[in-house]
């Protein structure tokens, strides 16, 4: 099984969007996905209406009891898509950092519970919040590869700034560094703020940053509306385009070990 997060200190940036467009590319390839929402604000449980404050369990449960696989396994919840299934979040995962951001040994509570579920999925996608705290320091450690989505424009780098910071910090607990890929979103190449971003990008981080970029693509927006994984709702255009061959490198990358 191979775990990847969608993480970045900025909102806004297209961790949802890029978490649900690799995920359904994947399911069409066959590959079996859990995509887990770590977010309070359940964007991705709602992507696929899921209204998680309905919802007898869900991730929130992880840190608040001893989880079995069977508990797992009944938290997950279906999509209409048959090989995607969703760990949902709800509101109370902001009370997380209060009530247990204190106590000893929470920070791989979600690794451990993903490893009682490995023989279920093929890929896990974990959507981060914006935040550092419980949650995202969790779906760090619980991850093979950390996926950054980075909005091009200039304020979207000092986001990126404190992420990489993060991950330095977290580094020093973990046994190797971490891997991860920075990719490039909302790019709109009539603007000369995407351009110098987009170089600015490649000048900081050079080899950690994706050779392609997620375009602005209107199509993600009606997806969304849809209920549908981009694509499905618009296999053609050009930001399903971009994502094929974001998800190329990457299944590339692990490959390579």
Request: net charge neutral; proline share 4%; charged share 20%.
């Given at each position: 099984?191979?775990?990847w997060?969608?993480?970045?200190?900025?909102?806004?940036?297209?961790?949802?969007?890029t978490?649900?467009?690799l995920?359904?590319?994947?399911a069409?390839?066959?590959?079996k996905v859990?995509?887990?929402d770590?977010?309070?604000?359940?964007?991705?449980?709602?992507?696929?209406g899921?209204?998680?404050?309905?919802?007898?369990?869900?991730v929130?449960?992880?840190?608040?009891?001893?989880s079995?696989?069977?508990?797992?396994?009944?938290s997950?919840?279906?999509?209409?898509?048959d090989n995607?299934?969703?760990l949902?979040?709800?509101?109370?995962?902001?009370?997380?950092?209060?009530?247990?951001?204190?106590?000893?040994?929470?920070?791989?509570?979600?690794k451990?519970?993903?490893i009682k579920?490995?023989?279920?999925?093929?890929?896990?996608?974990?959507?981060c919040?914006?935040?550092?705290?419980?949650l995202?320091?969790?779906a760090?450690a619980?991850s093979?590869?950390?996926i950054?989505?980075v909005?091009?424009?200039?304020?979207a780098?000092?986001g990126?700034?404190?992420?990489?910071?993060t991950?330095?910090?977290?580094?020093?607990?973990?046994?190797?560094?971490?891997?991860?890929?920075?990719?490039p979103?909302?790019f709109?190449?009539?603007?000369?703020?995407?351009?110098?971003?987009?170089r600015?990008?490649?000048e900081?981080?050079?080899?950690s940053?994706?050779?392609?970029?997620?375009?602005?693509?209107?199509?993600?927006?009606n997806?969304?509306?849809?209920?549908q994984v981009?694509s499905?709702?618009?296999p053609?255009?050009?930001?399903?385009?971009?994502?094929?061959?974001?998800?190329?490198?990457?299944?590339e990358?692990?490959?390579?070990g």
């Amino acid at each position: 099984m191979v775990v990847w997060t969608v993480a970045n200190q900025k909102g806004g940036v297209g961790k949802t969007t890029t978490t649900i467009s690799l995920g359904g590319l994947l399911a069409e390839q066959g590959y079996k996905v859990l995509l887990v929402d770590t977010d309070p604000h359940a964007s991705l449980s709602y992507y696929f209406g899921i209204e998680s404050e309905d919802l007898e369990l869900s991730v929130y449960d992880l840190f608040v009891q001893v989880s079995t696989k069977e508990q797992i396994m009944q938290s997950l919840c279906p999509t209409k898509y048959d090989n995607i299934d969703i760990l949902p979040a709800t509101m109370g995962l902001a009370t997380l950092d209060r009530s247990l951001g204190n106590k000893g040994g929470m920070g791989l509570v979600l690794k451990k519970a993903i490893i009682k579920i490995a023989d279920e999925y093929d890929y896990v996608l974990i959507d981060c919040p914006p935040i550092l705290g419980v949650l995202m320091v969790n779906a760090l450690a619980a991850s093979q590869r950390i996926i950054v989505p980075v909005q091009t424009e200039f304020l979207a780098l000092k986001g990126l700034d404190r992420m990489m910071k993060t991950m330095d910090i977290m580094q020093v607990e973990q046994d190797k560094p971490f891997k991860y890929t920075i990719v490039p979103t909302m790019f709109d190449k009539r603007t000369k703020a995407s351009l110098l971003t987009y170089r600015k990008l490649q000048e900081l981080y050079d080899d950690s940053v994706w050779a392609g970029v997620i375009p602005v693509d209107t199509n993600f927006r009606n997806a969304s509306y849809a209920m549908q994984v981009p694509s499905d709702y618009a296999p053609l255009t050009r930001g399903v385009s971009a994502y094929k061959k974001l998800l190329s490198s990457l299944l590339e990358l692990q490959k390579l070990g």
